[in-house]
């Protein structure tokens, strides 16, 4: 975190300062493309953030957008390089979804995410690394591993890891990602970026047979609240959301510290992150109230989703299970169960919903730790069994799968440093459902105050696998 008014002139430059000055004519699509691709060709050896990179493809597609802006064409990402999460189709390349079960063709046809970012004049350098089926947060599999640019030795969490760790190493200045159980917001937690999650209804979703049950969201990923915004825009098709205001009023933000599960505690500098933000919220005349969330005493509805989403995208596409990790066969036959015995009746889920708005009444925003303890070692949790994945997911992550559940936007902004582990920490902010975008555009208003007052190193240097980067200057412990 840079000290307030210092210039990060040693990161690469941002999506926003990339496609305006591509249709100004300073640069060209060609020459940013090429510039993230050799970023992409030095740095990623230690990282791991890509499944694939679309060199030539990516190049050709360059020299169309610079022909389009010179036709006249007026496009917010004009030549912004970015990396598309191995979840969603990219036409011409294969879906892989971290599974060596799953088909090497190449899709036929963009997601209609990729579709409007493409449109809008972004070029996609690669595909990003997920876990297999993006089930877990952490991102490793047959296909190698994803490590946390600040510190090698630690995960980039999951499930968009790669795409969360791609964007922290300056690879490329922003990336797609996607959230069915916090699965932007955890890997942005780790590695120190902007990461948000929208509510249901804003950003086609279509991810598998139904989206996890309705869980699972597309977002953007981005070293600055204004790169978030622009992409959110494209993504949403809702220009509006690109203008970054700030607060028009005193907010009533509700500082919500309990932890949602016995099974996990709170650290001490994560706790202590979430704090810090709420203070710079008050310092800029904000109204921060302890909040105490009813949280469920039973994780069974948001569970059995999970479980049980993962396996009906295994059926849809005719994976067989015993090729699967052993960690992902037992995720399923568990959502089996769970599903069978009426663990995915919509009851539990409306009743919490009714509680949770009771409890938020009167409240603008909620703000809590990103997580509940630093991301784990990047170590081969693909070979390791179920339950330990659970244990660490648990454990580490608790705070993102309500909002999943519930529907409501959430984000992650970072907040400091850990000096016990190594990396950044960061803080969640959650709002109620609204309606046209108005709730993630009071999130990212938001966002935007906490980095005008506790601004961030927005990019990490990267080191060799044996060890982490130390700890920045001037940012906070």
């Given at each position: 975190?840079?000290?307030p008014?210092?210039?990060?002139?040693?990161?690469?430059?941002?999506?926003?300062?990339?496609?305006?000055?591509?249709?100004?004519?300073?640069t060209?699509?060609?020459?940013e493309?090429?510039?993230?691709l050799?970023?992409i060709?030095?740095?990623?050896?230690?990282v791991?953030?890509?499944?694939?990179v679309?060199?030539?493809?990516?190049?050709?597609?360059?020299?169309?957008?610079?022909?389009?802006i010179?036709?006249?064409?007026n496009?917010p990402?004009?030549?912004?390089?970015?990396?598309?999460?191995?979840?969603?189709?990219v036409?011409?390349?294969?879906?892989?979804?971290?599974?060596?079960?799953?088909?090497?063709?190449?899709?036929?046809?963009?997601?209609p995410?990729?579709?409007?970012?493409?449109?809008?004049?972004?070029?996609?350098?690669?595909?990003t690394?997920?876990?297999?089926?993006?089930?877990?947060?952490t991102?490793?599999?047959?296909?190698g591993?994803?490590?946390n640019?600040?510190?090698l030795a630690?995960?980039?969490?999951?499930?968009?890891?790669?795409?969360?760790a791609?964007?922290?190493?300056?690879?490329?200045?922003?990336?797609?990602?996607?959230?069915?159980?916090?699965?932007?917001?955890?890997?942005?937690?780790?590695?120190?970026?902007?990461?948000l999650?929208?509510?249901?209804?804003?950003?086609?979703a279509?991810?598998?047979?139904?989206?996890?049950?309705g869980?699972?969201?597309?977002?953007?990923?981005?070293?600055?609240?204004?790169?978030?915004a622009?992409?959110?825009?494209?993504?949403?098709?809702?220009?509006?959301?690109?203008?970054?205001e700030?607060?028009?009023?005193?907010?009533?933000?509700?500082?919500?510290?309990?932890v949602?599960?016995?099974?996990?505690?709170?650290?001490?500098?994560?706790?202590a992150?979430?704090?810090?933000?709420a203070?710079?919220l008050?310092?800029?005349?904000?109204?921060?109230?302890?909040?105490?969330?009813?949280?469920?005493?039973?994780?069974l509805?948001?569970?059995?989703r999970?479980?049980?989403g993962?396996?009906?995208?295994?059926e849809?596409?005719?994976?067989?299970?015993?090729?699967?990790?052993?960690?992902?066969?037992?995720?399923?036959?568990?959502?089996?169960?769970?599903a069978?015995?009426?663990?995915?009746?919509?009851?539990?889920v409306?009743?919490?919903?009714?509680?949770?708005l009771?409890?938020?009444?009167?409240?603008?925003?909620?703000?809590?730790?990103?997580?509940?303890?630093?991301?784990p070692?990047?170590?081969?949790w693909?070979?390791?069994?179920?339950?330990?994945?659970?244990?660490?997911?648990?454990g580490y992550?608790?705070?993102?799968?309500l909002?999943?559940l519930l529907g409501?936007?959430?984000?992650?902004v970072?907040?400091?440093?850990?000096?016990?582990?190594g990396?950044?920490?960061?803080?969640?902010?959650i709002?109620?459902?609204?309606t046209d975008?108005?709730?993630?555009a009071?999130?990212?208003?938001?966002?935007?105050?906490l980095?005008?007052?506790?601004p961030?190193?927005?990019?990490?240097?990267?080191?060799d696998?044996?060890?982490?980067?130390?700890?920045?200057e001037?940012?906070?412990?």
């Amino acid at each position: 975190m840079t000290a307030p008014g210092t210039a990060d002139t040693s990161a690469p430059p941002t999506a926003s300062g990339i496609a305006e000055a591509v249709r100004a004519g300073r640069t060209t699509a060609v020459a940013e493309v090429t510039a993230a691709l050799d970023r992409i060709a030095a740095g990623d050896r230690a990282v791991g953030a890509f499944q694939l990179v679309r060199a030539n493809r990516a190049l050709a597609e360059a020299a169309i957008v610079d022909a389009r802006i010179a036709a006249g064409e007026n496009l917010p990402l004009a030549g912004v390089p970015l990396a598309i999460k191995d979840n969603i189709p990219v036409a011409g390349e294969p879906m892989r979804e971290g599974s060596a079960a799953t088909s090497a063709e190449p899709r036929d046809a963009d997601h209609p995410v990729v579709a409007r970012l493409r449109a809008a004049g972004a070029v996609v350098v690669g595909l990003t690394r997920v876990p297999e089926l993006c089930v877990f947060g952490t991102t490793d599999s047959v296909y190698g591993t994803t490590r946390n640019p600040w510190n090698l030795a630690r995960t980039s969490g999951g499930s968009s890891g790669g795409s969360a760790a791609a964007v922290a190493a300056g690879l490329v200045p922003i990336a797609h990602a996607a959230d069915g159980m916090g699965s932007i917001r955890i890997p942005a937690a780790n590695c120190g970026v902007v990461g948000l999650k929208p509510g249901a209804g804003l950003v086609p979703a279509e991810m598998g047979v139904h989206s996890w049950f309705g869980m699972s969201e597309n977002g953007p990923m981005a070293t600055t609240v204004v790169d978030a915004a622009l992409m959110l825009a494209v993504m949403a098709g809702r220009p509006e959301l690109a203008a970054v205001e700030a607060p028009a009023r005193r907010l009533r933000v509700g500082l919500a510290l309990g932890v949602p599960t016995p099974l996990a505690r709170l650290d001490a500098g994560l706790r202590a992150a979430a704090e810090r933000s709420a203070r710079a919220l008050a310092d800029a005349g904000h109204e921060v109230v302890e909040l105490e969330l009813p949280y469920p005493a039973n994780p069974l509805p948001a569970l059995a989703r999970w479980f049980a989403g993962a396996g009906a995208d295994a059926e849809h596409d005719g994976l067989e299970l015993g090729a699967l990790e052993p960690r992902v066969r037992a995720h399923i036959r568990a959502g089996r169960v769970l599903a069978r015995f009426g663990g995915l009746s919509t009851a539990p889920v409306d009743r919490l919903r009714r509680r949770m708005l009771a409890a938020t009444e009167g409240f603008d925003v909620i703000l809590t730790p990103a997580l509940a303890q630093p991301g784990p070692v990047a170590d081969g949790w693909h070979r390791r069994s179920w339950f330990a994945n659970m244990r660490v997911n648990i454990g580490y992550a608790p705070y993102a799968a309500l909002w999943n559940l519930l529907g409501w936007p959430a984000a992650v902004v970072p907040s400091g440093w850990h000096d016990g582990v190594g990396v950044p920490t960061s803080s969640q902010l959650i709002v109620r459902p609204a309606t046209d975008g108005a709730g993630e555009a009071l999130l990212l208003s938001v966002a935007a105050e906490l980095e005008r007052r506790t601004p961030w190193m927005r990019v990490a240097g990267v080191h060799d696998a044996a060890g982490g980067n130390g700890r920045p200057e001037n940012l906070p412990e």
